[in-house]
């Protein structure tokens, strides 16, 4: 029996799983039933200061211009507009918001300086300040958005597309109580969200989360499920008393019940931290209940363990973890003890 310290793959249980578990019982939870397209209602501003002025084209539809405060719903649904002022144009379907811009409907909030709404399309773009709020609780700060309302049959989930390097925040909900107990804020050059439970960020990706850090250049969440991936000479950090790095071509997060359960970095897989540095071309750790219970290595590469006063080298390591020992590894395995020299008088 070989003892090693696994430091890093013990952080790594208790830390890692926010990067995956961000909230599945939000996810799980069925959303509004999919809307009808907007038949635009218009009405006044609570003061009474709305001006207007309608004009009636060769098609029987209407361009409608409003200033000193608009006011709009879809009609028979629980869909609301606001701004200072807006144009309407019938014969595009075509209606602008102009200045302190709300817009609300049952999975979404959107506030912005300026709003094009596409009604044909169900298509809203904001720009200039725009703040979202979805069903979940999750926020998005940035410059430019695009939600694209849940209509049949255009789409039967909304999207909110946003670019020019938003700040997303995730929610993390306790699956009883239903209150908020963590957040995970993904900044990118773009992010989308699908109904406010699929997230994919690209461009330059940074995850952060209490004591976690992960970048890469995309990413994919899946709230539901608890899978996440980072692409691309991505990279996971432990920042905590004893810190740890994880690296690899793909590095693949499982979680169950808001916990993870199995990490996965591939290729070149290489976890480190101050008591070990474990190499190969997949590195693959398995939890349960916060505790590591296995940790697998192997590839062409062949695969290498490092620690303090060990070096482990073969075809694969098969690291069973009971009270932090490793019970076996590979065939063609080598196990070179760590000698400590005194130097010469």
Not at 185 to 196: C, F, G, L, Q, Y
Not at 224 to 253: H, N
Request: proline residues 5%.
């Amino acid at each position: 029996m070989i003892r090693v310290r696994v430091t890093l793959v013990a952080t790594l249980a208790s830390t890692i799983g926010g990067l995956a578990s961000v909230p599945a019982a939000s996810a799980q939870r069925p959303g509004p039933t999919p809307g009808s397209k907007c038949i635009i209602q218009f009405q006044g501003s609570a003061g009474g200061t709305t001006r207007s002025n309608f004009t009636k084209l060769p098609s029987g539809k209407y361009n409608a211009y409003v200033g000193g405060g608009f006011v709009g719903n879809c009609q028979g649904q629980d869909v609301t507009l606001r701004s200072d002022s807006a144009e309407y144009y019938g014969d595009q379907s075509l209606l602008y918001l102009i200045a302190n811009v709300h817009y609300t409907d049952p999975r979404a909030k959107v506030d912005a300086d300026h709003m094009t709404y596409w009604m044909e399309e169900e298509h809203i773009r904001a720009d200039g300040n725009v703040f979202a709020v979805l069903a979940s609780g999750t926020t998005m700060r940035g410059p430019v958005a695009d939600y694209y309302r849940a209509v049949r049959p255009i789409r039967t989930e909304a999207i909110l597309v946003s670019t020019g390097r938003p700040r997303l925040r995730l929610v993390q909900r306790d699956t009883l109580t239903g209150k908020p107990t963590d957040t995970v804020d993904v900044v990118a050059e773009r992010i989308t969200s699908v109904a406010d439970s699929l997230v994919y960020a690209g461009g330059d990706v940074r995850i952060t989360r209490p004591q976690l850090f992960a970048t890469g250049d995309s990413a994919f969440m899946d709230q539901g499920s608890g899978i996440a991936r980072l692409m691309l000479k991505p990279t996971v950090e432990a920042r905590r008393s004893r810190p740890f790095t994880l690296t690899g071509g793909v590095i693949d997060v499982f979680s169950k019940n808001k916990l993870v359960s199995r990490v996965v970095a591939t290729p070149n897989g290489h976890a480190t931290s101050q008591d070990l540095q474990l190499y190969a071309d997949t590195v693959d750790l398995r939890v349960n209940n916060n505790e590591l219970e296995r940790a697998m290595a192997w590839g062409r590469t062949r695969a290498r363990a490092t620690s303090p006063d060990r070096d482990i080298l073969a075809d694969s390591i098969d690291a069973v973890l009971p009270n932090q020992r490793i019970h076996r590894y590979g065939r063609s395995g080598r196990l070179t003890p760590r000698v400590s020299r005194t130097p010469r008088q």
